[in-house]
């Protein structure tokens, strides 16, 4: 059994709202999503999606969940690439809310991106995201 005033135990007892915590589980929960595994798993990609889930994709498409879901786990659909990610950081926006901002490369895409999660139900579920393609001779910070 853990102890919450042993400094020792490596469990953490602190509140699912404290900043430092939110930020991880919903940077955890990102680098999930960006596995080709989790990709192509409609069930893995559910339980990750909120209900009212939408995108703006980097090709401009606007996606909900369930078109999301299908695009990504229909059987004709292109086996997922390795996605990198990079230069992640995050902010509790207010308890319960986690906005997070990096970059990713996948072959020759990159892209800016934000991801905002909500804590629904004790989980961490992506409730939006927007892409943005960039090129490094355009990207000033």
Do not use: C
Not at 36 to 49: C, D, I, K, W
Request: glycine share 6%.
């Amino acid at each position: 059994m853990t102890d919450p005033t042993d400094p020792t135990d490596p469990t953490d007892h602190r509140e699912p709202t404290d900043p430092t915590v939110a930020v991880n589980a919903a940077m955890e929960a990102e680098f999930r999503l960006l596995d080709p595994g989790v990709r192509s798993s409609p069930e893995l990609l559910a339980a990750l999606l909120h209900p009212d889930f939408e995108e703006f994709g980097v090709s401009g498409r606007v996606w909900d969940r369930d078109s999301i879901i299908a695009d990504l786990t229909a059987p004709d659909a292109p086996v997922p690439r390795p996605i990198t990610a990079s230069r992640m950081k995050g902010v509790q926006l207010a308890p319960g809310v986690v906005l997070l901002t990096f970059d990713t490369e996948s072959g020759a895409q990159r892209a800016h991106r934000s991801s905002l999660w909500l804590l629904t139900g004790g989980d961490w579920l992506l409730y939006f995201h927007q892409a943005t393609s960039f090129d490094d001779a355009l990207t000033t910070s």
